[in-house]
């Protein structure tokens, strides 16, 4: 399962209803050494509604560990 492909899939606005969004990954900018060696702990999924703008932040590090990851997205999605 793609997650990416599925958040974007699946996706309803929480502010208005839209179900159309822009999916991008994106490292948050670690100090030091961290920003070299632990970039895949900074990475986040920004999912942006494309009518009103309202974004939500996943953590994929999180959500690509479980197995039951079709059951969590409904439960963020509504199903
Ligand atoms: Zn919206």
Redesign the pocket.
């Known amino acids: 399962m793609n997650l990416d492909h599925e958040i974007e899939r699946r996706f309803v606005?929480?502010?208005?209803?839209?179900v159309r969004a822009s999916v991008k990954r994106f490292a948050a900018t670690g100090t030091g050494l961290s920003k070299l060696f632990d970039i895949q702990h900074n990475e986040f999924i920004a999912v942006s509604?494309?009518?009103?703008?309202?974004t939500e932040l996943y953590n994929p590090e999180i959500l690509e560990g479980k197995n039951n990851l079709s059951n969590i997205l409904d439960l963020i999605f509504g199903g």
């Open positions: 606005c929480a502010k208005c209803g839209n509604c494309q009518q009103c703008g309202f």
